[in-house]
């Protein structure tokens, strides 16, 4: 199993830190692995956060998302482990990750994580 290295990301000073407005970035190509079957498993990835004094760059986001590729982990895992390194770079006043993953077997799984910086 490979390790997924947040420190990939990078982020960029936010142009308007004192308004609130959404982000929201759509990855409709992720890819990760299934840890039981060695499968790949798609994926389409929507971050939707505001941000406090940074911005995250995309073109890094786009390489930490790539490391998935060859990475074993469950789709719960996948999506809180990302929103936890997003969070950790950037500290955003609040994010959602939405991940909806394709069917396998007859089977969709969406998988919702949240965080609310706290007051």
Known sequence: MSEILRET???????????????????????????????????????????DKVCIELKSLKLYLQQYRNHGAFYENVTNKI?????????PRWMTLHAAFTPRGGIRTNVTARYTAPR
Do not use: W
């Not at 982000?23 to 299934?34: G, R």
């Not at 929103?83 to 500290?91: F, G, I, Q, R």
């Open 83 to 91: 929103l936890d390194d997003l969070v950790a770079v950037s500290h």
């Open 9 to 51: 990301l990078e982020v960029f000073d936010n142009p308007y830190p004192h308004r609130d407005y959404e982000i929201e970035t759509i990855c409709p190509e992720f890819t990760s692995m299934c840890p039981k079957t060695g499968q790949p498993d798609f994926g389409t990835l929507t971050i939707t956060y505001v941000a």
